[in-house]
């Protein structure tokens, strides 16, 4: 799986938008962009992933360049219980199966202002 | 909807007893099992996976074991526990292709404290 880098940590206002980077240069064409944030003590939780094209869902949107070469997590409008450490992965979605785990790095810890 | 359960949530061993860490994943049949763990201020790494019942694939030699006696349970083991299993240990799973989101997502469990003492 190709390597991240991510911020180690970001602040943001609350009821502001969160906007997390993160680098992929080395991202082979059938690798996915996948976010993942874990709150303290919890398990990680998925939020959102793509491939080639921008993403939406309930919980935030993924920006991803034309190039793949960078992708940005938006939490519209961050609440507190956004505090948390935010993971970038990128993995070749198989349909297989063998070792197909993620490999999580250490991640952007976003703490939400009140 | 599919959901991912472990237990117990907390734990309290002494060096040399036993462990046994149980999971459970309803809603979807077939599911890729995964058993990770992190460390104290360290990041996620990867124990066992399953690829189906009996199926048991490890990623890192320790003193840890997991089996998958049915298709959606999953089971981590020590027959003597060493203060340095001690950690947050995690139950995850995937679907097949396209279940129950495009791609193959892996969704975790709440995650098992373990403190060897």
């Known amino acids: 799986d190709a390597k991240t880098t991510q911020p180690p940590s970001m602040d943001c206002a609350e009821g502001r938008a969160a906007n997390l980077p993160c680098n992929h240069s080395?991202?082979?064409?059938?690798?996915?962009v996948y976010w993942y944030r874990q709150i303290h003590s919890q398990g990680p939780q998925y939020i959102i992933h793509g491939l080639k094209n921008n993403e939406t869902n309930e919980m935030a949107s993924l920006i991803i360049t034309e190039d793949r070469k960078s992708s940005t997590l938006i939490l519209p409008h961050a609440t507190l219980r956004d505090t948390a450490v935010y993971y970038c992965?990128?993995?070749?979605?198989?349909?297989?199966?063998?070792?197909?785990?993620?490999?999580f790095g250490k991640g952007t810890h976003l703490i939400i202002q009140p | 909807s599919q959901t991912i359960h472990q237990w117990p949530a907390t734990l309290v061993q002494p060096v040399g007893s036993p462990l046994s860490l149980e999971c459970t994943v309803e809603?979807?049949?077939?599911?890729?099992l995964y058993w990770y763990r992190q460390a104290a201020g360290r990041g996620l790494q990867l124990l066992f996976y399953s690829v189906g019942i009996g199926q048991i694939s490890s990623e890192v030699p320790q003193n840890l074991s997991a089996s998958r006696p049915q298709d959606r349970q999953f089971i981590l083991s020590s027959k003597k526990l060493l203060l340095s299993d001690s950690g947050f240990y995690l139950c995850?799973?995937?679907?097949?292709?396209?279940?129950?989101?495009?791609?193959?997502?892996?969704?975790f469990g709440e995650g098992s404290w373990l403190t060897v003492v």
């Open positions: 995850a799973w995937r679907g097949q292709w396209g279940h129950p989101v495009p791609g193959n997502t892996i969704y």
């Open positions: 992965i990128v993995r070749v979605a198989s349909s297989g199966g063998g070792a197909d785990g993620l490999t």
């Open positions: 809603g979807t049949s077939n599911p890729n």
């Open positions: 080395t991202i082979s064409g059938n690798e996915y």
